[in-house]
């Protein structure tokens, strides 16, 4: 291919490589995943557009979560069944770079959204007299558009590098989705670019929205520490755990996939982290949320 001056145009995905009877479970697990994910948030969105006690801040923002989630699954799942079924492995370079670029955006603003929550959850504690002062509805607007538009501004440098990579062969993709380390490991030009904006974008936005979470957590426990009664510090307690439930698995994964100086040499991992990352995880969220939240019981009860 290099001899004659062209570059691949196409990639196949590999998938999960085995017998037919083993692809086809996992193409009946990752439907019922997705179908229970997209039910699960969407119920979360109609419950809270509905219910006029759960119109605060808390249940927007996480309104704006399980609106993410539902395109984020909705971004790998579909075409992993393709994959898998092995009707549509093959995907173009320009869809490839859209999907990479569609992922990695979502899963930043995931990531300020995770951040934004906790500062969230940090008035409420800490400044609960003056909570509905300065988490006002126009405040929350700009700190979730902030999010989004961050998490898409922040990815857009990294797809553009991304999309002038050379590719000469081969041309299988060990994977159900177009991964950044995947396309790093096929291309034949200089990659170091790539990675190095990866690192940085990685340290950008998952570390130092991880770290403004810490931070707004180490607040949020030392106010609870100080209240008195055993009763209090655990209601407290349980207006956050949900939360702090989901930042401890999303940031997990995602720093073993991102934040790293160059490309890992076990892309079988990153298939398995990956599958947790994006199509087990958005599933998790709405259950984490509504299993021990009694305001999202009440209003289900209500509308049911």
């Not at 940090?122 to 007299?129: E, R, V």
């Not at 922040?154 to 991304?162: D, E, G, N, R």
């Not at 130092?208 to 209240?227: D, E, G, N, P």
């Amino acid at each position: 291919a290099m001899a004659n001056g062209t570059s691949v145009e196409e990639f196949i995905l590999l998938g999960f490589p085995g017998t037919w009877q083993f692809r086809v479970s996992f193409v009946v697990v990752f439907a019922l995943i997705y179908t229970l994910t997209v039910i699960g948030n969407a119920s979360i969105i109609a419950l809270v557009w509905r219910s006029s006690n759960l119109h605060t801040p808390m249940y927007f923002f996480l309104c704006n979560l399980s609106f993410l989630e539902i395109w984020y699954t909705t971004g790998v799942v579909p075409k992993a069944i393709g994959v898998m079924l092995g009707t549509s492995q093959t995907i173009s370079f320009s869809v490839c770079i859209l999907q990479l670029f569609f992922l990695l955006s979502l899963g930043s603003t995931e990531c300020f959204l995770l951040s934004v929550m906790a500062y969230d959850r940090y008035l409420a504690i800490c400044y609960p007299l003056r909570y509905s002062s300065l988490m006002n509805s126009v405040l929350s607007v700009r700190l979730a558009l902030s999010s989004w538009l961050g998490g898409f501004l922040a990815i857009s440098l990294l797809a553009f590098l991304t999309s002038r990579l050379t590719f000469c062969g081969p041309d299988v993709i060990n994977h159900f989705l177009c991964d950044i380390d995947s396309c790093l490991a096929l291309s034949c030009s200089d990659t170091w670019p790539v990675e190095l904006a990866t690192f940085l974008i990685s340290i950008i936005v998952v570390v130092a929205s991880c770290v403004a979470t810490l931070v707004s957590y180490m607040y949020i426990i030392s106010s609870i520490l100080r209240i008195q009664s055993a009763h209090g510090r655990k209601k407290a307690f349980s207006t956050c755990s949900a939360h702090l439930t989901v930042v401890t698995i999303w940031y997990g994964s995602t720093m073993f996939l991102y934040v790293k100086p160059s490309a890992q040499n076990s892309l079988e991992m990153h298939k398995i982290v990956n599958t947790f990352n994006t199509v087990v995880t958005p599933l998790l969220n709405p259950f984490i949320y509504t299993l021990r939240n009694k305001e999202v019981k009440l209003a289900l009860g209500r509308a049911l």
